[in-house]
């Protein structure tokens, strides 16, 4: 009997609330709550909603203990599709409305993911004197540049970007770069010069961020006005090389104005 009134007791504002709206501020309450996963995810899939799924609203959900199964079912819901829990559909099928490849997004002003084009990174060694000065023992730095003064793409603050990584993949793996201007080109170290062996050296022009999964393989970042304006790459991992010789790699770059 007390199973009974308990479950009544949960169901009674359950059912008054599949009347309203779902948001995201509705599903932390109910987490909060102490209402069970399953249960959330029932209400999410019965109820009609209204879920912010843009970059920061996803990492307000992961921020209230949400798992990604009902990270999962609210970005399902918002685009009309079924949560995997209740079937098992095409794993693409889970990915937000716009990314349907390998690659790097962002989001457009009305809210769709647009695909980012990579441009050309061209390796250039330097320090020419200081590995002369020691007969070839410390090798040169070796830098990356970008053809052009600024990016094709140009935006303001924030900026909300997703990467889409192959299987096996990290977000971490990605590097997101500050670049220096040239006269006609970007710049960022990929190598800095080390005695008898070389080491990763692009930690001069890193720019630390932390990606939230929405779906699966796709993780979000946001680079707020704290980051300053200025030219920005994100590159994708191998493409840093180790040689000497005359390569190229390639880079997703923005200008962010203000």
């Known amino acids: 009997m007390r199973k009974l009134v308990l479950l009544l007791f949960l169901l009674f504002p359950l059912a008054s609330m599949a009347q309203q709206t779902l948001t995201n501020d509705g599903v932390i309450q109910m987490k909060k709550a102490g209402l069970s996963d399953d249960l959330i995810l029932a209400t999410i899939q019965a109820t009609q909603a209204k879920f912010d799924v843009s970059p920061s609203g996803l990492i ?22 079924k949560s995997s829990s209740a079937a098992a559909p095409n794993p693409d099928s889970a990915l937000p409305p716009g990314i349907d490849e390998v690659g790097v997004y962002y989001q457009n002003k009305s ?40 990016a094709k793409f140009v935006t303001t603050f924030p900026v909300h970007i997703a990467l889409y990584v192959p299987e096996g993949t ?8 500050r670049l220096r201007v040239n006269s006609n080109n970007r710049e960022f170290r990929s190598m800095t010069g080390g005695v008898i062996h070389s080491s990763g050296g692009a930690t001069r022009d890193q720019v630390p961020f932390t990606a939230t999964k929405i779906a699966p393989r796709v993780y979000a970042f946001t680079l707020d006005s704290k980051l300053g304006k200025g030219e920005y790459g994100i590159m994708p991992p191998g493409s840093i090389t180790t040689s000497n010789l005359a390569s190229s790699g390639k880079i997703y770059s923005l200008s962010i104005t203000e």
């Open 170 to 177: 990290a977000p971490t793996e990605y590097l997101l770069l």
């Open 60 to 81: 307000a959900l992961k921020s209230a203990g949400l798992d990604d199964k009902l990270v999962e079912a609210i970005v399902n819901k918002a685009s009309g599709l």
């Open 111 to 150: 809210g769709t993911w647009t695909e980012m084009m990579p441009e050309v990174i061209n390796y250039k060694s330097g320090g020419f004197l200081k590995s002369l000065a020691t007969d070839g023992i410390v090798k040169g730095d070796m830098n990356g540049h970008i053809p052009g003064k600024q």
